[in-house]
Nanobody
Framework: VQLQASGGGLVQAGGSLRLSCAAS????????MGWYRQAPGKQRELVAH???????NYADSVKGRFTVSRDNAKNTVYLQMNSLKPEDTAVYYC?????????WGQGTQVTVSS
C-alpha cells in the first residue's frame, strides 16, 4: 500500500491550503484515513481523521478552521485548511488504517508565515 500526498507549501497567515492523499496498491478496505502533523521538536499529533462511514474527529487546535473529507471510491482523503496560523507550520503526514495496520505517506511541508 502506498500513500501519495500533495498540496503543501508556503502561505501567509490567514491563507488557505488543500492537501490531498491517494492510497494505491492492494487495498481491501480502508477503515480510517486522516492527517497527522509534526512540528520541529514536537511529537507527531493527530490533525483530523474520517472513518469509512463518515465519522470525523478533529484536534481542538484546528476545529472550525480545517475540514477533512474522504472519497471512498478514489481511496483519497483531503484536508482543507483555512485561516492558517504560524503554529500550523509542520510536516503533514497522511495516514490510512487497513485491517488494523497503519500506513503512512511521505509527508508534505506546510509553512505559514506571519
Amino acid at each position: 500500500v502506498q500513500l501519495q500526498a500533495s498540496g503543501g507549501g508556503l502561505v501567509q497567515a490567514g491563507g488557505s491550503l488543500r492537501l490531498s492523499c491517494a492510497a494505491s496498491g492492494s487495498i481491501f478496505s480502508i477503515s480510517v484515513m486522516g492527517w497527522y502533523r509534526q512540528a520541529p521538536g514536537k511529537q507527531r499529533e493527530l490533525v483530523a481523521h474520517v472513518t469509512r462511514r463518515g465519522g470525523i474527529n478533529y484536534a481542538d487546535s484546528v476545529k472550525g478552521r480545517f475540514t477533512v473529507s474522504r472519497d471512498n471510491a478514489k481511496n483519497t482523503v483531503y484536508l482543507q485548511m483555512n485561516s492558517l496560523k504560524p503554529e500550523d507550520t509542520a510536516v503533514y503526514y497522511c495516514n490510512a488504517e487497513i485491517i488494523g495496520v497503519d500506513y503512512w505517506g511521505q509527508g508534505t511541508q506546510v509553512t505559514v508565515s506571519s
